[in-house]
């Protein structure tokens, strides 16, 4: 089974979708509100039968793009192979346990930027639209902090959501039963209870991110980085994301283990 689901604020609207494929057909998908700057919940759109099936989002004013896609979650950050004297991760007290990372799943996430800014410098034939050539993402420490933080620790505890899972956390019904900054959401796709879970803008804050924009996507199932983009790619939502001149700098972290066995997180954005 693959999953995706991805988040993104831009300017005054932040966006999150959600679907969960086995094989050709997929499972589930997960849709909710729109939600206004400075908050994490979830809005959605439809998916269609398919590996390429998209549970969309319309993005704010930085630019255009959606969440969903073949059973990864997406969004925007910057990265690629630019700025790479550029230290691993910032020197602070959060980020220091990210800095000593295992050497493969660094090499996966090169490996996955180097061909992120492959398709931007070619342009790419996303499922529902062509887009041109784009510069390359940025490399961005902060941004691949929060990704290997997140990453790490979906695989360790074995869920899978864009918000930070608590078991103590409040159940809910929806976001708006959550604070500004959470989402209702549940430890795994489908599972009961939905808790209020702290979001993506919170992990960005704790790790010293102070762009203006940022989108996140988190994957299961892809063991190698060619699988990885070539999936992401080939969701209409994540494609466009992946190819949007905006944002502009990326972070991507790697783990293994999880309930998918491998576990990505890709947060892009922009200052």
Known sequence: MTRLRGAAKYGSTLAVGALVGCGDVPLDVVVSQSASAGTDGPTGGSAGAGETGDAGATLGDAGTGGAGGNGNETSTTSGGNANQDAPDVPATPVCEPYADWNDTWTEL????????????????????MSTSAVPAFEFDPALRCAARLHSLDMATRDFFSQG????????????????????????LPGETPQRCLDGTSVRLDDVGWTGRSWAELISGGSETA???????????????????????????????????????????GSY
């Open 109 to 128: 996430e090169q490996a996955a930027l180097a061909l992120i800014n492959e398709r931007r410098a070619s342009g790419a034939a996303c499922p529902s």
């Open 164 to 187: 930070t899972w608590d078991e103590s956390a409040p159940t809910c019904s929806s976001d708006a039963d959550c604070g500004a900054r959470q989402l209702c959401d549940s430890r």
């Open 226 to 268: 060619t699988a990885a983009v070539d999936y992401w790619m080939g969701s209409p939502g994540t494609c466009s994301m992946v190819m949007a001149s905006d944002p502009t700098h990326i972070g991507i972290g790697y783990a293994a283990g999880g309930p998918y066995g491998h576990t990505w997180t890709v947060v892009m």
